[in-house]
């Protein structure tokens, strides 16, 4: 038995430099159930954060009892996260939606799908009757659908109303990931494979906090750290993790100067010729203008606009340019912070610099922060079009056109798809007049919180919320549409390192809840959107129809799907795309050949400058003659929008604790979970504490000139002149009249990045005041991960009998 | 020599779109994109303005008096909403766009009078003027349907 809310990483199962990670299974049921009681598994994958671990669905009389790792799949071997083992008790939640809801007199009452469904429509039709119609339609979904749902979200969109309104929650989680692959290879899609931790002789974490966010893929780097040659490790995080503390060099940079520090270690690359001249030559476009623009940061520039020291920046340069198959990963560090496009092309940049790239061991992830984010950038339901394809070409346009038979005048392509902030700024101008939320929770995820509520609240503008639960939210719609989720429906959806999984349905929803996809295709049968012929536009009807459709629209991209089925992704383990008929097994890393999908007829993006947005065009494109290689984009550092000032002294940070995912929605009603870390928290440094009077438990007050927050405080490892909030806690569970601001982003500022459009949560400035005594009581951190506390009183988090799980290993 | 007077043309217009960027940008400081950039591409035009002083200074000591009707005002101030947005972009496109112009002039003359550092300074700066100008497009594309069509 083991504890998993005590150890989230379960037992080491060390391995060796080329050795196959070893097989360990992790199970947990509910209550005293054993698996013989079990009467079928269900296979899928998991949903609540972005690894793509591969598990089966315990059914027992009609319903989810537990959760077990497949040991078959090329992810996970077995392995889930805590999250998994105990997040999916919130399907049997008595509190989902069951019926859907309309607004009468203010109030949200219980309906019939017929009087929901057909207020939507008729909502439509009156705004589609106008000039410039579809311009009053503006779609917000997520990065936790399933790729057939989003498809056809996609298709009703661009093709059936035509609007370039549509934008996923990913906006706030991989838009960048996108962006950098795009800016620097032509296309998106992860150059790596997981199964690059099993080769590698060195991993970078760029402000990535793997330990909590995707926890067996820390799980497989740890067994490497255990194992016989162990791979290096560099972290660079202004907070103290489970990573830092394992790494062998620990940069805690100051927050938004990722772009100065990498241009001070590239530097170092070049100057001590510990790069690749020859595969630099072939493969890539832009050396010169690098080699001058990082030439202007020596290791102590970079050290003083960072805050750390010179010397460190050496070895972390050294680590660099003595590995010889070196892995990166990149997260929310650098995609929510200042110059993130610009930050995560410099990741990029070392790659191609030290030709680490396409080979074992030496590979990229540009992570993802959700399960299925990745799909919704394949398919075209966020700021791309479907099979990354190029707004600015023509000849994709004509592609879609031809494949949805319509014409090309339908399909938004004047500029490039709208980003979810613009979207908001639209709703809050008035010209977008619906707003469809699709399993996101904006009222507590979007930055500046006071201004998306004014927003929401909006008596001219029409919210349709598709969800599970009354999120906070769904509070404010005219119209709640109750959901099906994971496992209450079938269909795909990709990971990280572009493995496909098929995700089952194992058991019924409640109630009347429908699956998205069945919502989204009874809407278009209702809106009748038709063809240029007359017919349907949508024709699919199931699941798996809709994947066949899909197939065809990714038919000769990047992300081709053509080789793929239901069938073929039963039983096994999920594949890596391209998966084609010259390539059945699908395609463990990309770029083998140092070739790079830039051909101005391939790519997916015509380029952008990184400090501004600014597009190019064809033209100056094609002037590049990049012909296969990559670009290395050279950028200097520039302050955040926000640096903290008398007033505001300190900088803000927000990210996860390892037991919650987004706004709780689910992890906050699975009892381990919510035990673990049941309310927020805010973590300090002890000197910035002792200069302010508090200590360990304290109430504490955060505020920023968009609002403030009340939190206990945990000293914990975290630089100095920092602080960090969980952004996890809206205010769905706490009572209306005890209610205290909580939210993290109550906090944060409304401000992008130029090129990706994601918003900044990591650079804050704030003041932080001691509000009341703790009386000795700690605060409701965990003590696990990065807001382990710095002094030994704070009691273990533990899970008790009711966490105990197994993890088998050695073909027990 | 007539240099010196197209530098103060090009001096001039730097620091004028430097205070129309700020202007611009705090007038329409709901939209953050346009408030943040603004403020940043008026530092740069406020360095290229800086850059130039000295050489401003230099040729002015061989110049003969300033021409009639040198200096151009395309700037009255910033307007509101959707189609002002639009408006004071456009405002800052035509200004930056006689910053480019100038930049090229400059760089000519430069040639003329072998100046290597004027030249220098002319190659530095002539490429972010063009950059601000494709922004002030890529900006304008992006809002220019749902301001002129849907909008009410």
């Given at each position: ?36 009681d ?66 009468e007199?203010?109030?949200l ?17 009156e ?21 057939e ?11 059936g109303?035509?609007t ?16 950098a692959?795009k800016?620097t ?30 926890t067996?893929?820390w799980?497989r ?10 791979p290096a490790?560099?972290?660079?995080d202004?907070r103290?993790?489970?990573v ?5 060099v ?70 660099l ?17 200042n ?11 070392l ?6 790239i ?6 990229i ?10 799909n ?82 909006r ?13 906070e ?24 390192d ?30 009748d ?6 017919r ?15 197939k ?17 992704l039963?039983?096994g ?20 050949d ?53 007033g505001?002294p300190l900088?803000l ?10 706004t ?6 699975a ?20 200069r ?12 920023s ?6 939190a ?5 490892g ?21 209610r205290?601001?909580?939210a ?6 409304t401000?992008?990045d130029?090129?990706?459009k994601q ?11 001691r ?17 382990a ?24 | ?9 090009l ?6 779109l ?18 943040h950039?603004c403020?940043?591409?008026?530092e ?22 300033e021409p009639?009707?040198?200096h ?13 947005l ?9 200004m930056?766009a ?15 009078a ?13 490429g ?25």
């Amino acid at each position: 038995m083991v504890d998993r809310i005590a150890d989230p990483w379960g037992p080491r199962t060390p391995y060796g430099a080329g050795q196959e990670w070893p097989v360990r299974v992790d199970t947990f049921l509910d209550g005293d159930l054993r698996e013989s009681d079990v009467d079928s598994w269900v296979q899928s994958a998991s949903v609540l954060h972005s690894n793509g671990d591969a598990v089966d669905i315990a059914v027992r009389d009609g319903r989810i009892v537990g959760v077990r790792g497949r040991a078959v799949d090329r992810v996970n071997r077995g392995r889930l996260d805590p999250k998994d083992l105990y997040g999916w008790q919130a399907n049997n939640s008595p509190d989902r939606l069951t019926r859907p809801l309309v607004r009468e007199g203010g109030r949200l009452v219980e309906t019939d799908w017929d009087t929901a469904m057909g207020r939507i429509v008729a909502r439509s039709n009156e705004l589609l009757a106008g000039p410039g119609g579809w311009g009053h339609f503006g779609f917000y979904t997520t990065g936790q659908l399933f790729l057939e749902e989003y498809y056809t979200l996609g298709v009703i969109g661009k093709a059936g109303l035509g609007t370039p309104h549509m934008d996923g929650n990913t906006r706030l989680c991989t838009a960048t990931a996108a962006s950098a692959l795009k800016a620097t290879f032509g296309a998106d899609g992860q150059p790596g494979s997981y199964t690059d931790v099993d080769h590698c002789d060195a991993i970078a974490l760029w402000g990535h906090n793997v330990a909590e966010t995707q926890t067996v893929l820390w799980m497989r780097m740890l067994d490497r750290r255990r194992g016989p040659n162990p791979p290096a490790m560099l972290a660079v995080d202004p907070r103290s993790t489970a990573v830092t503390r394992e790494a062998d060099v620990h940069l805690p940079i100051r927050n938004g100067t990722n772009v100065a520090l990498m241009n001070g270690l590239l530097r170092e690359i070049i100057r001590n010729g510990w790069y690749d001249e020859e595969y630099v030559a072939a493969h890539t476009l832009g050396f010169d203008e690098l080699a001058r623009r990082v030439d202007g940061y020596p290791p102590e520039r970079a050290a003083d606009i960072c805050d750390v020291p010179a010397a460190d920046v050496r070895r972390a340069a050294e680590l660099l340019g003595s590995s010889r198959r070196l892995l990166s990963t990149v997260l929310q560090g650098f995609y929510q912070s200042n110059q993130a496009t610009a930050a995560a092309c410099q990741v990029n940049n070392l790659h191609l610099l030290r030709g680490m790239i396409g080979r074992p061991g030496a590979g990229i992830y540009q992570m993802n922060g959700q399960p299925t984010a990745q799909n919704t950038r394949e398919t075209g339901a966020d700021g791309d079009l479907p099979g990354l394809r190029n707004w600015d070409n023509p000849e994709h346009i004509a592609e879609l056109a031809r494949l949805w038979n319509v014409e090309p005048e339908v399909i938004p392509h004047w500029a490039p798809p709208t980003h979810a902030m613009q979207i908001f700024r639209y709703a809050e101008q008035g010209s977008i007049k619906l707003l469809w939320i699709s399993a996101t929770n904006p009222a507590v995820s979007l930055p500046d919180l006071a201004r998306i509520r004014r927003i929401l609240r909006r008596p001219e503008l029409f919210v349709v919320v598709q969800d599970l639960f009354l999120t906070e939210t769904a509070e404010l719609a005219d119209v709640v549409l109750p959901g099906a989720t994971w496992g209450e429906k079938t269909g795909t959806f990709t990971n990280v390192d572009r493995t496909v999984h098929l995700s089952e349905k194992a058991v019924d929803p409640p109630g009347e809840a429908r699956a998205d996809l069945d919502i989204f295709l009874d809407y278009a049968r209702r809106m009748d959107f038709r063809d240029r012929d007359g017919r349907p536009l949508i024709p699919w009807t199931t699941p798996e129809e809709a994947f066949e459709a899909w197939k065809e629209c990714s038919r000769g991209r990047p992300c081709d799907y053509t080789g793929l089925t239901y069938d073929k992704l039963r039983g096994g383990s999920g594949i890596q795309w391209p998966c084609t008929d010259a390539r059945p097994d699908g395609t463990e890393r990309l770029y083998t050949d140092g070739i790079f999908p830039t051909d101005p007829e391939v790519c997916e993006t015509y380029g952008q400058d990184l400090a501004t947005g600014a597009e190019f065009t064809a033209e100056e494109y094609r002037a590049k003659q990049p012909g296969g290689r990559a670009f290395l984009h050279a950028v200097d550092y520039r302050p955040s929008p926000e640096v903290p000032d008398e007033g505001h002294p300190l900088l803000l940070t927000t990210g996860r604790t390892v037991y919650h995912f987004h706004t709780r929605t689910k992890t906050g009603r699975a009892p381990q979970l919510d035990a673990a870390a049941p309310d927020v928290w805010v973590e300090l440094n002890v000197a910035d504490a002792e200069r302010l009077g508090i200590v360990e438990g304290d109430l504490v007050g955060v505020a920023s000139a968009r609002g403030a927050v009340q939190a206990r405080a945990r000293l914990s490892g975290i630089r100095p002149g920092v602080v960090f909030l969980p952004f996890h806690y809206g205010w769905f569970d706490q009572d209306p009249a005890e209610r205290t601001p909580r939210a993290a982003n109550e906090l944060t500022i409304t401000a992008w990045d130029p090129v990706s459009k994601q918003p900044l949560f990591k650079v804050a400035a704030v003041a932080v005041a001691r509000l009341a005594d703790g009386g000795g009581v700690p605060s409701p951190a965990p003590t696990v991960g990065g807001s382990a506390p710095v002094a030994a009183v704070v009691p273990a988090t533990v899970g008790g009998p009711a966490a105990e799980a197994t993890s088998h290993t050695g073909g027990e | 020599m007539h240099l010196a007077h197209y530098l103060g043309l090009l001096h001039r217009a730097q620091v004028n779109l430097a205070d129309a960027f700020r202007q611009v940008g705090s007038a329409h400081g709901e939209e953050p994109d346009v408030y943040h950039l603004c403020q940043q591409l008026a530092e740069r035009c406020d360095e290229h303005a800086a850059q130039l002083q000295p050489f401003a200074a230099r040729y002015a000591e061989e110049a003969p008096a300033e021409p009639d009707r040198l200096h151009s005002e395309l700037f009255r101030g910033t307007r509101s909403g959707g189609i002002g947005l639009l408006r004071d972009l456009q405002d800052l496109y035509l200004m930056a766009a006689e910053c480019d112009i100038s930049w090229t002039v400059v760089g000519q003359a430069a040639y003329g009078a072998r100046d290597r550092d004027l030249l220098a300074v002319v190659k530095r700066c002539e490429g972010e003027t063009s950059i601000q100008l494709k922004w002030l497009r890529t900006r304008m594309k992006q809002a220019a349907p749902q301001a002129l069509v849907v909008a009410e």
